[in-house]
């Protein structure tokens, strides 16, 4: 089974690396965005095919070491 973690900076928290990745379209030119916020994205492929499982061990995963539930959120698709 394979699996998408999307982990976000929760709203509110300053992302700069977001600003200069907009200020960066700006300077090339490209126009009508209006802001960016950046994140990071994980596939893993695990190895149960039980979606329970796998959703309880990529939430272990997202809470102990992918995410930083202080100031990030993290979505979490499966995939067969």
């Known amino acids: 089974m394979k699996a998408r973690?999307?982990?976000?900076?929760?709203?509110?928290?300053?992302d700069p690396q977001g600003k200069a990745i907009e200020g960066?379209?700006?300077s090339l030119g490209i126009e009508g965005i209006g802001s960016v916020r950046q994140?990071?994205?994980f596939d893993i492929?695990?190895?149960t095919t039980?979606?329970?499982k796998?959703?309880?061990v990529?939430?272990?995963?997202?809470e102990r070491l992918l995410a930083n539930t202080v100031i990030e959120n993290y979505r979490i698709e499966l995939a067969e």
């Open 39 to 41: 994140g990071k994205v």
């Open 24 to 26: 960066g379209l700006k």
């Open 50 to 52: 039980d979606r329970t």
């Open 5 to 14: 973690v999307t982990v976000t900076l929760k709203q509110g928290v300053l």
């Open 54 to 56: 796998a959703e309880s």
């Open 58 to 62: 990529l939430r272990e995963a997202c």
């Open 45 to 47: 492929e695990l190895t």
